[in-house]
T-cell receptor, first 113, second 115 residues
Framework: KAGVTQTPRYLIKTRGQQVTLSCSPI?????VSWYQQTPGQGLQFLFE???????NKGNFPGRFSGRQFSNSRSEMNVSTLELGDSALYLC????????????FGPGTRLTVL | AQTVTQSQPEMSVQEAETVTLSCTYD???????LFWYKQPPSRQMILVIR??????QNATENRFSVNFQKAAKSFSLKISDSQLGDAAMYFC????????????FGGGTRVLVKP
């Protein structure tokens, strides 16, 4: 099976712009979670989607949003980008909502100038 | 809120030797999972080992084993016969069973392997 894929792998934006990141889970997986990784804050949970519904949300401002499509692919959107949004954004998929193993994608490196 | 603490920012080990990484966590839950993930320079997170809290037996995966002390809320990872490919950041993570797939991560420990 193909692993979790994320596109694009690298992205450069300027402050005030918005950005959309995409995640395709492992075939058959229905849960997708997003994490932000920064040197200062470490790895932080953003949100989780299962069957097109947001099931869990981390402590991030409303500028961060996401959605999941019927084929389980997920997108996350960040509006009005700030310098502090520069990070590695990781997506993880799992087969169900309460399964014990998540598989991570390679991440999208976002740089905000 | 659950917290996960890794007190060792960096550990160095000689090739073929053993290194132990520490992790402590704070939770009021009794049913949860604990994980160790490896993040090599490629940045892709790879699951190393997982432990279910209700299982007293410590998990083992080849050269990787854990020492799970539930009462002490401690979950250490032992890497035996260290190899150059083990060099990476290692993250301890916690997941409450009833909380979907949300992982709470520790700050990470960088493992350096000396040839």
């Amino acid at each position: 099976k193909a692993g979790v894929t994320q596109t694009p792998r690298y992205l450069i934006k300027t402050r005030g712009q918005q950005v959309t990141l995409s995640c395709s889970p492992i075939s058959g997986h229905r849960s997708v979670s997003w994490y932000q990784q920064t040197p200062g804050q470490g790895l932080q949970f953003l949100f989780e989607y299962f069957s097109e519904t947001q099931r869990n949300k981390g402590n991030f401002p409303g500028r961060f949003s996401g959605r999941q499509f019927s084929n389980s692919r997920s997108e996350m959107n960040v509006s009005t980008l700030e310098l502090g949004d520069s990070a590695l954004y990781l997506c993880a998929s799992s087969s169900g909502l309460y399964t014990d193993t998540q598989y991570f994608g390679p991440g999208t490196r976002l740089t905000v100038l | 809120a659950q917290t996960v603490t890794q007190s060792q920012p960096e550990m160095s080990v000689q090739e073929a030797e053993t290194v132990t990484l520490s992790c402590t966590y704070d939770t009021s839950e009794s049913d949860y999972y604990l994980f160790w993930y490896k993040q090599p320079p490629s940045r892709q997170m790879i699951l190393v080992i997982r432990q279910e809290a209700y299982k007293q037996q410590n998990a083992t995966e080849n050269r990787f084993s854990v020492n799970f002390q539930k009462a002490a809320k401690s979950f250490s990872l032992k890497i035996s016969d260290s190899q150059l490919g083990d060099a990476a950041m290692y993250f301890c993570a916690y997941r409450k069973r009833a909380a979907g797939n949300k992982l709470t991560f520790g700050g990470g420990t960088r493992v350096l392997v000396k040839p």
